[in-house]
């Protein structure tokens, strides 16, 4: 199969060669710029990308036993289902996993008393890109802040401090801009889509979109113009999972983001992400994460958010 295609040129146009490119759709979930003051979790992996990036000295995150400072002159990029954990006290009270105290900076907000008693800025931006491209080896990269890339962080905070629920075009189009700065620059090794087979390719972003409709091997077969058995068994080996665990898989993944960054009911969620009801879907919820739905969004909804 070939990837070019000719087609009679269009008025103005000098080529007759049809260009194709990898689609990708890039959205936003959250961002935001917080004081924090604790910032202590023991472990925090998710399925979307994060960027970091700190205006004060003094937090860190941890992964494979090696430390990364968040600091003013650099920023932080972590693919999904990254495990890492953080620190700013480096202190969590008894057995919690977790403890977190910060807020939203405003114009108002005293950026020097937040300094002197220990406390950062931090500025945080979580996104996905949709498969293949979610699938990032695990890790941390660590950029350097360029003037180019500060331009674009001071006017997010700038647009942050004044507007934390609209972001106008312009603002818009600085975070996209600054994902994509970022992204250009992760090794192209590090980039593992699970397969180069197109069939796949094509089944996995039927998926990704369709994760509320039936899903099973004989749709996803015929997605891919294949027979079942035989699809069944390209699928498995391609990803290393079959096809239903990696359906069951990416449904709660995406529960989990709409838990995380949205205020629909778990009745709602469950409906979105193709379960019959709530009672099967809590129950396949706490199966792969090991806690419910409901106290998942207690812990980790918008009002205790973890960055």
Not at 64 to 72: A, E, I, R
Not at 110 to 125: A, P, T
Request: hydrophobic fraction near 35%.
């Amino acid at each position: 199969m070939t990837d070019t295609f000719y087609k009679i040129p269009d008025k103005g146009d000098p080529s007759d060669v049809l260009q194709l490119f990898p689609r990708y759709h890039l959205q936003l979930l959250c961002c935001r710029y917080w004081w924090l003051k604790k910032w202590e979790f023991k472990e925090l992996a998710f399925p979307y990308w994060r960027i970091y990036h700190n205006t004060i000295n003094g937090a860190e995150v941890i992964y494979d036993n090696k430390s990364y400072s968040l600091s003013p002159d650099k920023i932080i990029l972590i693919p999904p289902n990254t495990s890492f954990e953080t620190k700013l006290t480096g202190k969590i009270t008894g057995q919690k996993e977790y403890e977190l105290e910060g807020g939203r900076v405003e114009s108002h907000t005293d950026k020097d008393e937040i300094q002197k008693s220990g406390g950062v800025l931090h500025l945080f931006i979580h996104f996905n890109l949709g498969m293949p491209y979610d699938n990032v080896s695990p890790g941390i990269f660590v950029f350097d802040l360029t003037k180019h890339l500060e331009k674009k962080i001071s006017s997010i905070i700038k647009h942050l401090s004044v507007d934390y629920s609209r972001f106008n075009f312009y603002s818009a189009l600085s975070i996209q801009s600054l994902i994509g700065d970022l992204l250009a620059d992760v090794p192209e090794s590090r980039w593992d889509l699970m397969s180069n087979d197109f069939r796949i390719l094509e089944v996995l972003g039927f998926i990704e979109k369709n994760l509320n409709k039936n899903l099973n091997n004989d749709v996803l077969a015929q997605k891919a113009n294949m027979a079942t058995n035989s699809f069944t068994r390209l699928f498995t080996r391609e990803t290393g999972v079959s096809p239903q665990k990696y359906v069951k898989r990416k449904r709660i993944d995406y529960a989990c983001v709409l838990l995380h960054h949205s205020n629909r009911s778990i009745e709602q969620v469950a409906l979105k992400t193709g379960f019959a009801d709530r009672f099967h879907f809590s129950r396949i919820f706490k199966e792969i994460t090991n806690v419910s739905p409901a106290r998942y969004r207690k812990e980790f909804g918008l009002t205790h958010s973890r960055h």
